[in-house]
């Protein structure tokens, strides 16, 4: 089965980007694809200088995934409003569009919206 | 393979950018062919409402956005019980069809995907 997640919120503020981390490890773990597409705040989890000393770092958490094998997008137009560059954001993880979003709709069996 | 999508819009425009963020959905997902329905509930409802006066706060009128949706064949629809609870009628809305509960429950059973904007 492949899981769809759209995630809204940011880190560090909302548990959703946690939440995600933990139901796509799982999924993953078990055989099944993921693939995160990060709305409007939920760019902010893929800046690669997230420092947090002493507590769970959520980029790198990203990371973790992507290893595990899942497909991770953020929206472009979200990041630049919010500042984040190319170059700012986790390795093999990209930038792109709605079409995107149209796409993991499109191709996931279930999908899941991470949302306030 | 095009899906059939309800969008739901769950809070007041311009408070947090939800209702612009959904309206941006709504194009990108409808744009590429999939069947889009977008249901207002909650305060979400006030983003359909007639006489929005946002330049005075430097954002756009949100309901001219979403009266363009059926280019796309997207529909907008907008919950009755939400509508009477802020004391509001048909009349106060720009657009927007009026459906009740039921007929929410029967959209969401319908649909392939429910994207929630709360």
């Given at each position: 089965m492949k899981l769809g997640f759209v995630v809204r919120t940011g880190p560090y503020t909302s548990q959703n980007i946690d939440t995600a981390y933990e139901l796509a490890k799982r999924a993953l773990a078990k055989g099944h694809s993921v693939e995160i597409f990060l709305y409007e705040d939920g760019v902010l989890s893929m800046n690669k200088y997230i420092n947090s000393p002493d507590e769970r770092n959520i980029a790198g958490r990203m990371s973790e995934l992507i290893q595990s094998g899942a497909r991770i997008t953020g929206c472009g137009l979200c990041a630049k409003f919010r500042g984040i560059k190319k170059?700012?954001?986790i390795e093999?993880?990209?930038l792109s569009g709605m079409a995107?979003?149209?796409?993991l709709v499109e191709?996931?069996?279930k999908v899941i919206t991470l949302s306030f | 393979m095009a899906k059939k999508i309800t969008i739901?819009?769950?809070s007041c425009p311009y408070g947090m950018a939800t209702s612009a963020e959904a309206f941006r959905g709504v194009v990108g997902l409808a744009g590429m062919d999939h069947k889009v329905k977008v249901v207002f509930v909650d305060d979400g409802i006030y983003s359909l409402k007639k006489d929005q006066h946002p330049e005075i706060i430097?954002?756009?009128d949100i309901s001219k956005g979403y009266a363009t949706i059926g280019d796309f064949d997207a529909e907008n629809y907008i919950l009755e019980e939400d509508m009477k609870e802020?004391?509001?009628s048909p009349d106060d809305f720009a657009l927007g069809n009026i459906i009740n509960k039921d007929e929410l429950k029967k959209i969401i059973d319908d649909s392939d995907v429910v994207m929630s904007f709360s």
């Open positions: 170059d700012m954001i093999n993880t990209k995107v979003l149209s796409k191709t996931s069996d | 739901l819009v769950r430097e954002m756009k802020r004391n509001l």
